[in-house]
């Protein structure tokens, strides 16, 4: 999930197309607070993992 944000992100970003800024910035955001809290032991939805 995190590298399709960065993905979405920068495709946005060099075609100048917002929507896929938009949407690759939540993406990054949502891979970064799995991840975290993944990190940290916290199971979320039943799964301790997202990889």
């Known amino acids: 999930m995190i590298v399709l944000g960065v993905i979405l992100l920068l495709l946005g970003w060099l075609l100048g197309i917002s929507i896929l800024s938009t949407v690759g910035t ?4 949502v891979g970064l607070v799995l991840l975290l809290l993944g990190s940290v032991g916290r199971p979320i939805g039943g799964r301790r993992w997202y990889y």
């Open 26 to 29: 939540i993406l990054l955001v």
